[in-house]
């Protein structure tokens, strides 16, 4: 580690669990890391803890037993009976990851288990039924507080090699939690969101602080609300509690404010996450390369006391895909560069770019290699604002996950509810108002994007500057799906607008914007025949994204929707 890096603490992140229990793999990110002055690996599975904690004491294990080999000799025959599908699980997967700590610290590299609480094995329910309240889970029955601390407690036994752990106890995504809470019980409706979290973390601090490692809390929350009671916890927190928190608020949407909640952690040690694969822009399907982006939010997270980053590379919902098999490979790599060296120079990202992943012969010479280093930055460098342009209106999240909507009430939802940027920035509480001068600027913004892509895809594919051949058709084809990507968020988008304005303003509605949603209805029907006819996009991830079937779903619901007030109109003007 470089005394002089601008974050003391700089990790690597997978999230998808194909990636996580695959040794080949993390051999491979391991040595990435090692070449990349990257020293921490987070291994964030929802419910990594139970693959590995069974937790024995429930099973009639001994307060003497040690580890887990000596657990299960005390409670195999019970965890046969109760959870025999589950039984041998633990301690195999024990070993990987033993055997994994042992391969990071012959590299110098920290490794910690990120994970959401509460999380749980099914069988606790059947053997502690109190956590039942008229059928539904409860999670201020105080046995979950006694179950937490037993299972870190365990979970350090087996694994003195950890750094530590990462939680994030405010989201839904964990299988019980305050925030998604059902319960009708008295204590329920009398505990707060933030008291809840207090007691969960500290029931997790209490045996991770014992076994000397350091504790994690994520600030990942869907909403202001939950954001701002998980902080007003966090203020009365054991001081050595790291927070960790994304570097905009709710998830990674790179047009979103920065996360407001940076430097305001009570003078506490501060990670910041980013995301490097792309799940809200486009999965390096499209390739979204976010350099200038990431130097801003580095500096404004380091000019606010933070002290480590955080760079995820793949996705849970998505295993078997991962940034290192796309160009945004390129978003790793200077990440992990500008957190050491922040005033590095984008021509030199893209130098290590082009030859940390073999694009050009490493005998290549320097004026061929500027040559190559020119053609990369004047496309990719557009990919990011073509990205902005299209799976984006006036910077709200208008995709899925970057899917396509399945339909004109799905999309709207996504982009004002679900992922919502006026939850953060009130001056964009109307951006996706249908009155006729916000529609006409949204078709301009998803028209030029286009025509941007038009412009850079012409320019790279007009001759190789030197790269390797089967490199630069590989990248040449890339960007060529990429721009029939982007092109379907293009009709996307111009239908949407359209039609909200057309339902919203019914005989009223515009003629020239009733005129340009038939149009628009047409361009998407054409697509549509295009996309199913290629079986050049057949290809894995690209079929998730350039998917027929999800966007058909999307054209019949805007078709049905508004087609009584697109034929009126058509007979008045027909009259």
């Known amino acids: ?53 069974y937790p024995g004491r429930y099973f009639g294990a001994a307060e003497s037993d040690a580890n887990i080999s000596e657990r299960y000799r005390s409670a195999y025959r019970t965890l046969y009976r109760y959870t025999p599908g589950r039984r041998s699980k633990p301690y195999l997967f024990m070993e990987t990851i033993r055997w994994l700590l042992r391969r990071a610290e012959e590299l110098g590299i920290e490794v910690y288990l990120n994970n959401k609480e509460l999380f749980f094995p099914d069988i606790v329910v059947e053997l502690h039924p109190q956590v039942l309240e008229n059928g539904v889970l409860c999670p201020t029955d105080p046995f979950w507080l006694e179950f937490l601390t037993t299972k870190y407690r365990e979970l350090y036994e087996d694994l003195p090699g950890l750094a530590g752990t990462i939680t994030a106890p405010g989201t839904g995504e964990s299988r019980l939690a305050i925030s998604g809470n059902r319960c009708p019980c008295d204590r329920c409706a009398a505990t707060t969101a933030s008291e809840w979290y207090s007691a ?111 760079v995820r590379v793949d996705w849970e919902s998505l295993d078997g895909h991962s940034a290192f098999d796309t160009p945004n490979v390129l978003n790793l790599r200077s990440m992990a560069t500008l957190a050491v060296a922040p005033d590095t120079a984008s021509a030199d990202l893209y130098r290590q770019w082009l030859t940390g992943e ?172 295009g996309i199913r006819a290629d079986p050049s996009l057949d290809w894995f991830p690209a079929a998730h994204l350039v998917n027929a079937e999800r966007l058909g779903a999307y054209a019949d619901d805007v078709t049905r929707r508004v087609a009584g007030i697109v034929a009126g109109a058509s007979d008045r003007k027909g009259s």
Request: proline letters at 4%.
């Open 1 to 53: 580690m470089s005394d002089t890096a601008t974050f003391q603490t700089r990790a690597l992140e997978l999230h998808a669990s194909a990636h996580i229990w695959s040794p080949k793999t993390l051999s491979r990110v391991l040595r990435f890391m090692a070449d990349n002055a990257l020293d921490t690996l987070s291994l964030h599975e929802v419910g990594i803890l139970e693959r590995l904690v």
């Open 200 to 310: 969960v973390i500290r029931a997790i601090h209490e045996p991770t602080a014992a076994a000397g490692k350091t504790l994690v809390l994520r600030d990942f929350v869907f909403g202001r609300a939950e954001q701002d009671a998980l902080a007003t916890a966090w203020a009365d927190l054991p001081a050595d509690i790291v927070i960790c928190l994304k570097n905009t608020p709710h998830d990674y949407y790179p047009t979103f404010p920065d996360n407001a909640r940076i430097g305001a952690v009570a003078g506490r040690r501060q990670w910041v996450e980013f995301d490097a694969m792309g799940q809200y822009f486009g999965w390096g399907v499209a390739p979204a390369i976010l350099i200038e982006e990431t130097r801003r939010r580095y500096r404004y997270a380091a000019d606010r006391g933070a002290t480590g980053v955080l």
């Open 358 to 529: 073999g694009h050009v012969d490493p005998e290549v010479g320097e004026e061929t290699m500027r040559a190559c280093v020119g053609w990369a930055a004047a496309t990719f460098e557009a990919s990011w604002p073509i990205v902005r342009g299209t799976l984006y209106a006036d910077d709200c999240v208008i995709s899925d996950s970057s899917s396509f909507p399945v339909g004109l009430d799905h999309l709207f939802w996504l982009a004002e509810e679900k992922n919502s940027l006026r939850d953060w920035d009130r001056t964009r509480w109307d951006a996706l108002d249908p009155a006729p001068e916000r529609v006409w600027y949204l078709i301009a913004e998803k028209e030029e994007a286009l025509e941007l892509w038009r412009t850079t895809y012409d320019r790279m594919s007009a001759g190789n500057p030197g790269l390797r051949a089967d490199r630069y058709q590989d990248l040449v084809r890339r960007y060529r799906v990429f721009g029939t990507y982007v092109e379907g968020f293009v009709h996307v988008l111009v239908t949407a607008i359209c039609a909200r304005h057309v339902l919203r303003y019914g005989d009223a509605a515009e003629p020239e914007i009733v005129q340009r949603l038939r149009h628009a209805l047409d361009e998407l029907g054409a697509y549509l025949r």
